[in-house]
């Protein structure tokens, strides 16, 4: 269950949507996360690229973990430009009892951002910039500069 | 014949390339001005899975991709 938008995200319509999906399968919580571009650094908005075959393994990897739990973790992101005060993710985790949904979307989150195969840019007077120095190189990178 | 392409901000168009492995891949690009910044920070990806090492064969066909530092969200 990965949601891919053009554009920002419809918050309100997502969070409500998922809680219907869930809202009979017998879960006792639903933790979602919702992350939203703040104003700082004279930015005009951020704007992403993603490289959707790896995302897709990737979240299916974690689907699985979540389901040897007997959770379910949902995720929308957005492609393209989210400007100011618009939302451009949301993940979720719905699990029988809380504290399984707590951590997850604790881990979730964290090997999201080290992992998914996702390009932040600032947009800044009609320029693109890449994020580079809030990036994080995925883990096993570099192989190709070692010098033989 | 493979294919390699270079994702996100990396500006470069994909290149064909006739190699039997990613070591002579590393050689290549070592050699390319415009990638020696980003070698050292790219994940490598063989028909869109991860890999760490240099040393598994490459056929005809295969895809390779890199992968610059990420920040979803």
């Known amino acids: ?148 | 014949m493979i294919k390699v392409e270079f994702l996100g901000p990396i500006q470069k168009p994909s290149l064909e390339l006739e190699i039997s492995n990613l070591n002579e891949l590393a050689i290549i690009l070592q050699e390319d001005a415009e990638m020696s910044e980003w070698l050292a920070n790219c994940a490598v990806a063989v028909n869109d899975t991860l890999v760490s090492s240099l040393e598994a064969p490459l056929k005809s066909g295969d895809k390779i991709s890199l992968l610059p530092p990420v920040c979803g969200g």
């Not at chain 1, 938008?5 to 997502?14: A, E, F, K, Q, T």
């Not at chain 1, 897709?56 to 699985?64: L, T």
């Not at chain 1, 996702?118 to 570099?142: C, N, P, Q, V």
Request: no cysteine; charged share 25%; hydrophobic share 40%.
């Open chain 1, 1 to 148: 269950m990965l949601y891919l938008y053009d554009g920002s995200l419809p918050v309100s319509n997502i969070l409500k949507e998922w809680y219907e999906q869930e809202a009979t399968s017998n879960y006792g919580a639903y933790i979602p996360f919702v992350g939203t571009v703040r104003s700082e650094d004279g930015i005009d908005g951020l704007s992403f690229d993603i490289y959707e075959p790896i995302l897709n393994s990737w979240f299916d990897a974690w689907q699985e973990k979540a389901k040897t739990k007997g959770a379910v973790i949902k995720m929308a992101h957005s492609r393209g430009d989210v400007m100011l005060h618009e939302s451009s993710y949301i993940a979720a985790v719905f699990s029988p009892k809380r504290r399984v949904a707590l951590e997850f979307i604790d881990e979730f989150v964290e090997d999201f951002k080290a992992s998914a195969p996702i390009w932040k840019y600032d947009l800044r007077d009609g320029e693109r910039i890449y994020a580079l120095d809030r990036s994080t190189a995925i883990k096993g990178s570099g192989i190709l500069g070692v010098q033989k």
